[in-house]
Nanobody, 131 residues
């Protein structure tokens, strides 16, 4: 049974860098052909796919991230295979980055990032950006 667990600070000050890790157990993040994603849900809004790192280390950012100069320049996804975890970094955060952040697995590269595309989810972690 694959399990994902988000880890990171619950409160971040504006302009700081948010760093979240997703610790995976029950399976390796390098096993083909799985894809590991970050999704967030701001308060009162729907879930937003941010990006994905593939089993082979390839990184894909969602259309919404790529189309936003602000998000595109601030978002970074990476992985540490020795720890079997992957990471989301979001720099220069603002209160608009307040959200519940989820990590999830899919068996193919997400197309639209809809919930149906993922088979395993972390429980989500609340991140609040506030001074």
């Amino acid at each position: 049974q694959v399990q994902l667990q988000e880890s990171g600070p619950g409160l971040v000050k504006p302009s700081q860098t948010l760093s979240l890790s997703c610790i995976v157990s029950g399976g390796s993040i390098t096993t083909g052909y799985y894809y590991w994603s970050w999704i967030r849900q701001p308060p009162g809004k729907g879930r937003e796919w941010m990006g994905t790192i593939a089993y082979d280390g390839s990184i894909y950012y969602s259309p919404s991230v790529r189309s936003s100069p602000s998000l595109k320049s601030r978002t970074s996804i990476s992985r540490d295979t020795s720890k079997n975890q992957f990471t989301l970094q979001l720099s220069s955060v603002t209160p608009e980055d307040t959200a519940v952040y989820y990590c999830a697995r899919s068996v193919s590269l997400p197309y639209s990032g809809g919930d149906f595309e993922y088979d395993y989810w972390g429980q989500g972690t609340q991140v609040t950006v506030s001074s």
